[in-house]
């Protein structure tokens, strides 16, 4: 998930602003993704500059986690309410574009070719919450190229 900006918090800041205003929101139990860190998203970038990597890499953290249980666990680590989370199902999805239901990815030639790991999503939590506590922007965990 990407914090994104005022007008488009990206998802991690849209549930954690809708949490902090006390608003449920409903998020998939059965659409997988691969979250990663955003500061791991700027490290690879930089890496692949300077080590004058190229090619095709799928850059997503290391865990596949449906949606509903990482907005859960946002709540927790950033001491809001999951109660406000509703688990619903992508099958029931109604909105204008198609959603895919599984959009974890393989990372192992990344890991392979960079010679690093991104962050655990317990990991990446962690960093946003250090990053907010020295005036980061807090939404910095993105969920990979499919947010």
């Known amino acids: 998930m990407d914090g ?20 449920s929101v409903q998020l998939f139990q059965d659409e997988f ?3 990663i860190y955003q500061g ?11 080590n004058k ?3 095709l890499f ?11 249980a990482l907005g859960v666990l946002m709540a927790e680590k950033f001491g809001l309410d999951p109660a406000l989370i509703q688990s619903g199902s992508v099958t029931e999805y109604q909105g204008p574009e198609p959603r895919s239901a599984d959009c974890s990815m393989d990372n192992s ?18 960093r946003m919450a250090s990053d907010a506590v020295h005036n980061q922007p807090e939404e910095q965990i993105c969920a ?4």
Do not use: C, M
Request: hydrophobic share 35%.
């Open 144 to 147: 990979g190229a499919n947010g």
């Open 53 to 55: 990597i190229s090619g």
């Open 33 to 35: 993704r691969s979250p």
């Open 40 to 50: 791991d998203v700027s490290r690879a970038i930089s890496d692949a500059f300077e």
């Open 109 to 126: 030639l990344f890991k392979k070719t960079f010679g690093w790991t991104p962050s655990t999503i317990t990991e990446g939590l962690d």
């Open 4 to 23: 994104g900006d005022e007008a488009h918090p990206g998802p991690a800041g849209w549930v954690l602003n809708a949490l902090r205003a006390g608003r």
């Open 58 to 68: 799928h850059l997503g953290g290391p865990e596949r986690i449906d949606r509903y």
